[in-house]
């Protein structure tokens, strides 16, 4: 046969595994059991907890937007919610110690551009106390800190930037033809001037519309969510009337004012602007304002809210936020008026250009706007892209979380599944581990042919009272040992047949360990095919233990250890049985020289010799565990029957000849398995 690994398939291995769990299936549910009882008392002992879900939901367009042109993303609310600030606000607003920040998480849901906040807490309120407080404790810097107005005006100066693209194309056009059917080349130096300041401030007007309209966008929004959020508030009261307040704005309107001129005129050569004020406040502090605002609402509005310390918070925000842009809302109309007076001024040094340069002079004018424009335009585009980009998306929608009915933990079911599931997988593992050396063990035919290996026959166990030489004259003998016989009968075949013709005349008996049987099939073989008239000689060439001569009831002398140390000839030690055509070579024990007798040259000359004389010769040697030498014979006969004993013989034992056999050249054998229960 051909020469193979001796490797169980992965059937064959859980097919043991599954036989073996069969066997122990009350052990592993044994363990199964408790693991429920451990689970069960797990759960009792672990303290309950509750688990309260709020849910913040933002419009898509500001989060996923043509606008930007990227895919958006809620991570900067959900850092913002689990701050360590807004923590701090929404612990001193439930006047709380609990360990908040462990025991919250915010999760982004993609599908519906929402934030799922989630608090887990002893106490079924207290967690649902928790998930509204961070939601609402977020919601202050997410209204005042909104994306919507950014994406909006964004959305305004990407159409503006298209148009003004296609203003400047037909301007170039229409420059180029009328240069073409005019004898002016262009205007004089000083005309060029006043053009280029007037497209300057032109385009600059233009440029504070989109700050007005953002502002004036925002402001709206924020006015909306307080009449929404706080109905019982008049909006009326929204806008603080207070000298102090008042007088402050003022300053800041004006200093404000006085910042958009100065960066409106900075690359403008214009010498005198009449402000409506004389001092200047450009150095004025913002936070004054934000201070005397902070405690006017603590004064009038707190008490509308019964003390709900989120509310007041975001209020006071919201409304410093508010006026925040009254003031540069106030301070962008100042400067427009200003701004209009400019233009208004050289509007009237435009009228005294010559008629016949009026024509070019508009062009020229047309075409400085348009160029202008263009860059202020990109200018304002990636400073509001920056800030829509950092702050909060537009909020949709908030659902409150509802106080938990039942706990979150322990969870029963969930902790007893895993119980089990614990206690099954330990049993099991158990099982298999104190069984390990079982999982090798030969069982069946099966075991044999899924490692690859040539199964020549099986022998099944022989029954009580049933002599082991199957040639013996009992009554029934022949019925109650029928399957023994027809096992030994297919060994009989094989060697004759089974290897394209050609018969194996000579045949090595070998076991991996002592007591496979070898020894009883070894016999039995020869009994078989010395009644079907061949001339057999059964050589027992086993140092160690040989036991043919106690099977045979003939004395043990002379035998082969006599004849290969020279003390006997040939013909005195070959003797014949009470069975027709089988004779007989006997072995005593040689346990100090077996090895060199085995490897001698006499031994070989003997194998040599009887071969000629007989039909069949079956060597018994010894096994391979006992005396690994036992190879030189297999070196010399036809083929090699390794016997194996069923629940005995392991793999391992069987790849440890193989390796052996392998090693020394040889692939002609097969396996008999021995002992096998009917």
Known sequence: MESLEITESFYTKMRKRLTILKEKKFFVLGFLLLGLVI????????????????????????????????????????????????????????????????????????????????????????????????????????????RGAYLSILSDINKREKQNADG?????????????????????ANDLVLVNKIADLESELEIIEYDNKLNQLIFDKLVAFIEKKFPKIDAEKVLISDNNIDNLRTS??????????????????????????????????????????????????????????LDVHLLKNIIWKIEETKIKLNAIDLSKSILYDLITKLEEKFSLIPIRYIEIAQLERTKKFNLKLDKKL??????????????????????????????????????LF????????????????????????????????????????????????????????????????????DSFESIEAFLKYGN???????????????????????????ITIAKTGEKVLLVDANFLNPKLNKLFNIPSSPSLAHYLLKKKELEEIIRKTNISNLSLVTCVELIQNADTIMKSDR??????????????????????????????IAKLVDQTILVTRANNTTVSSLSEITRILKNNGIDNFGVVLNDIES
């Open 378 to 415: 990109k200018i304002k585009e990636a400073e509001l892209r920056k800030i829509a980009e950092k702050d909060f998306a537009e909020i949709d929608s908030i659902t409150e979380a509802d106080v938990p009915t039942t706990f979150y933990s322990p969870n029963i079911p969930n902790n």
């Open 500 to 526: 394209l013709g050609k018969v194996l005349k000579s045949v090595l008996i070998t076991s991996a360990n002592s007591d496979e049987g070898k020894s009883f099939v070894a016999a039995n073989i020869a």
């Open 418 to 485: 895993l119980g089990a599931l614990g206690g099954l997988v330990l049993g099991i593992f158990l099982t298999l581990f104190t069984t390990k050396k079982k999982l090798e063990i030969i069982t069946s035919a099966e075991d044999l042919e899924d490692t690859s290996f040539q199964v020549i026959s099986q022998i099944p166990t022989i029954p009580h009272g049933l002599p082991l030489l199957l040639n013996v004259n009992k009554p029934n003998i022949k019925e109650r040992g029928a399957d023994i016989i």
């Open 252 to 309: 800041f309107e004006r200093a404000l004012t006085e910042k958009i001129i100065y960066n409106s005129t900075k690359n403008i050569s214009i010498k005198e602007i009449n402000f409506m004020w004389k001092k200047s406040y450009v150095n004025l502090n913002s936070d004054s304002l934000n201070v005397l605002i902070k405690s006017f609402v603590e004064k009038n509005i707190k008490n509308n809210l019964f003390e709900n310390t």
């Open 168 to 188: 400047i194309l037909r301007n170039a056009k229409n420059y180029q033809e009328f240069l073409a059917n005019a004898n002016i080349k262009n205007l004089n």
């Open 603 to 632: 031994m070989k000359e003997f194998i040599k010799i009887i071969n000629d004389k007989f039909d069949f010769i079956i060597y018994d040697s010894a096994p391979f565990s006992s005396l690994k030498e036992t190879v030189t």
């Open 39 to 146: 689970a069960l008392a797990i759960s009792f002992i672990q303290p309950k907890l509750f688990k309260a879900t709020s849910r913040i939901t933002f419009k898509y367009d500001s989060v996923n937007n043509s606008v930007l042109n990227k895919n958006g993303s809620l991570l900067n609310e959900i850092n913002e919610m689990l701050s360590d600030k807004n923590i701090s606000l929404v612990k001193s607003s439930l006047s709380t110690n609990y360990n908040i920040k462990n025991n919250i998480t915010a999760t982004e849901d993609i599908i519906t551009s929402s934030v799922i906040v989630k608090a887990i807490a002893s106490e079924a309120q207290l967690s649902a106390d928790i998930a509204n407080a961070v939601v609402k404790g977020f919601l202050s810097n997410a209204v005042i800190k909104n």
